[in-house]
């Protein structure tokens, strides 16, 4: 059902982040960029959330901030 897909969506894309962020961490990383699809559909909670690039590893915002987020965590360079 569309129920069922809403919320395993939202699992998988929360796992994501955390085995990204954990990736980033063991590699050393500090600074990450919290990054929207850049178009329309972004919400003005994800907006400011890339707005406050880069951020600490400890304190950005984890996607997905909320159903059918399409934000991801880079490292920032």
């Known amino acids: 059902s ?3 897909r809403y919320f ?3 699992a998988a894309s929360g796992a994501l982040a955390d085995g990204a ?3 980033y961490s063991a590699e050393g990383i500090s600074k990450v960029l919290y990054l929207t699809a850049g178009d329309g ?3 003005g909670e ?3 959330a ?3 690039n ?8 984890r996607p997905p ?3 059918k987020c399409r934000c991801v965590l880079i490292p920032a360079s």
């Open 41 to 43: 559909m972004v919400c």
């Open 21 to 23: 962020m954990d990736l």
């Open 46 to 48: 994800c907006g400011e």
């Open 50 to 52: 890339e707005e406050g």
């Open 65 to 67: 901030r909320h159903g």
């Open 2 to 4: 569309r129920a069922v």
């Open 54 to 61: 880069p951020w600490d590893e400890s304190e950005v915002p």
């Open 8 to 10: 395993v969506d939202l």
